[in-house]
T-cell receptor, first 114, second 114 residues
Framework: AQSVTQLGSHVSVSEGALVLLRCNYS??????LFWYVQYPNQGLQLLLK??????LVKGINGFEAEFKKSETSFHLTKPSAHMSDAAEYFCAVSGSGGYQKVTFGTGTKLQVIP | EAQVTQNPRYLITVTGKKLTVTCSQN?????MSWYRQDPGLGLRQIYYSMNVEVTDKGDVPEGYKVSRKEKRNFPLILESPSPNQTSLYFC?????????????FGAGTRLSVL
């Protein structure tokens, strides 16, 4: 069985401040982990993915995430928030090594305050 | 342009009236999935398909059917829709040629069952 927990359904940051979105996972096999972003009225877009190579993963739009096995975490960070980062972010896990069975977290809405 | 196309984008129907939401991808992907998105619950996988004529249940398959007769198409069928199937639905596709490839999402279908 696999699961994902995203801490905080809503996060607010000031423009230029650090963005930290938390994700903890559970998986009975070595996981593949993903972060997706969803802008209003749009589908999901992949931000980054962890595939058991480097533990620090860099994605698009300046985001990165670090896989920490000991903490079963895969938190998403960005050093400086932009107004355009306002969106909903989803963490997801796949234990089978592919996209056959993917479990998503409940999402975190990021608000960026000018 | 790589695309996953869902139709219709918006649909209002009544309880018990059969409906089909179509999904088509132009990337020759093997994997396709259907998800539903509900506030506070994130995305939940309904069904997925690993190739033509190969489908399997996701986390919430009850009340839904799928078929994969052609590689590019993966329709979602609601034989007898009920109000609890009011949701935002997403289709997604990805390739199996890479072990973990980008998953492409459609723009979504917003369904209301009265």
């Amino acid at each position: 069985a696999q699961s994902v927990t995203q801490l905080g359904s809503h996060v607010s940051v000031s423009e230029g401040a650090l963005v930290l979105l938390r994700c903890n996972y559970s998986s009975s096999v070595p996981p593949y982990l993903f972060w997706y972003v969803q802008y209003p009225n749009q589908g999901l877009q992949l931000l980054l993915k962890y595939t058991s190579a480097a533990t620090l993963v860099k994605g698009i739009n300046g985001f990165e995430a670090e896989f920490k096995k000991s903490e079963t975490s895969f938190h998403l960070t960005k050093p400086s928030a932009h107004m355009s980062d306002a969106a909903e972010y989803f963490c997801a896990v796949s234990g089978s090594g592919g996209y056959q069975k993917v479990t998503f977290g409940t999402g975190t809405k990021l608000q960026v305050i000018p | 342009e790589a695309q996953v196309t869902q139709n219709p984008r918006y649909l209002i129907t009544v309880t018990g009236k059969k409906l089909t939401v179509t999904c088509s991808q132009n990337m020759n992907h093997e994997y396709m999935s259907w998800y539903r998105q509900d506030p506070g619950l994130g995305l939940r996988q309904i069904y997925y398909s690993m190739n033509v004529e190969v489908t399997d249940k996701g986390d919430v398959p009850e009340g839904y059917k799928v078929s994969r007769k052609e590689k590019r198409n993966f329709p979602l069928i609601l034989e007898s829709p009920s109000p609890n199937q009011t949701s935002l639905y997403f289709c997604a596709s990805s390739s199996s040629k890479k072990k973990v490839d980008i998953q492409y999402f459609g723009a979504g279908t917003r369904l209301s069952v009265l």
